[in-house]
C-alpha cells in the first residue's frame, strides 16, 4: 500500500484512501480546503492496492462490472493505524465513495479518529446500514453527502443509496453524534474533489 504525504508536520492529519482518479485531483482538494478553513494540515494519502477489496469491511457480490467486493478492510486499517501514533495530533479519517464507507466502518473499529468525512459513501452496501445500528460507533463527528441524482438509477443496489444516507444520518443524530447530510448537485461522479475538501472541512471547522 502506497502512502503518499502532503504538507508539513502539523498537528492536524488527515488520512484518505484515494485511487489513480482521486490522486490526479488531489492538489485541487487540498488547496480548497485550505481556502475553505484557513486551518495548517497535513493529508495523508493511501492509495489502495485493490480498490474494491482493500475498502471493503466484509465480502459482497459484485453490483457492477465483474469485481467482487473482497473483505480487506481489516488491513488497510491496521496499515493506517500505523500513520496515527502520535496521539498528540488530531487525526481526522475520511473518503469518497467505497473510501468514505470505509472511513464510517473504521469508526466503529477504533477510536483513533475524531473525525468521520464521508463523501458521497457507498452506504447502499449489503448489510452495512444494518451494521451500523448493532454496533456502538467510537467518533465524535461525522459528516455524510450525497449527491441528488445518485438514488434515481435504475440498478435496484444502488437506488437504495438515497434512503440508507437518510436512515444513517437519523441513527447517528439518535445517538447524539455531531452529524450533518449535506446534499450536493449532481450524480456520483461530479466533483469529487470538492465534495472531499467540503467533507473534510467541516471537520476541522466543527
Known amino acids: 500500500m502506497q502512502i ?19 490522486l490526479s485531483v488531489i492538489d485541487s482538494e487540498i488547496a ?10 497535513r493529508l495523508a494519502a493511501v492509495k489502495a492496492g485493490s480498490w474494491n477489496h482493500d475498502l471493503s469491511p466484509w465480502k459482497a457480490p459484485a453490483v457492477f462490472g465483474s469485481e467482487d467486493f473482497g473483505d480487506g478492510a481489516a488491513e488497510t486499517l491496521r496499515q493506517i493505524l500505523t500513520l496515527c501514533s502520535d496521539r498528540s495530533k488530531t487525526y481526522y479519517l475520511g473518503g469518497y465513495s467505497l473510501a468514505g464507507l470505509f472511513a464510517l466502518w473504521a469508526a466503529y473499529q477504533t477510536d483513533i479518529f475524531s473525525g468521520i468525512a464521508a463523501a458521497s ?19 465524535e463527528k461525522v459528516y455524510l453527502s450525497l449527491g441528488d441524482r445518485e438514488e434515481k438509477t435504475r ?21 447524539g453524534i455531531s452529524c450533518t447530510l449535506e446534499w450536493n448537485q449532481g450524480n456520483h461522479f461530479r466533483e469529487p474533489d470538492l465534495r472531499t475538501a467540503k467533507a473534510f472541512a467541516w ?4
Open 155 to 175: 440498478h435496484p443496489v444502488m437506488s437504495q443509496v438515497g434512503s440508507c444516507i437518510r436512515e444513517d444520518f437519523a441513527l447517528l443524530q439518535s445517538q
Open 32 to 41: 480548497l480546503i485550505r481556502g475553505m478553513t484557513g486551518q495548517d494540515f
Open 121 to 139: 459513501p457507498s452506504v447502499w452496501f449489503p448489510d452495512f446500514s444494518a451494521y451500523m445500528q448493532t454496533h456502538p460507533i467510537r467518533t
Open 4 to 22: 503518499i504525504e502532503f504538507g508539513n508536520d502539523a498537528q492536524t492529519v488527515l488520512i484518505q484512501p484515494v485511487d489513480d482518479h482521486d
Open 203 to 206: 471537520l476541522m471547522q466543527e
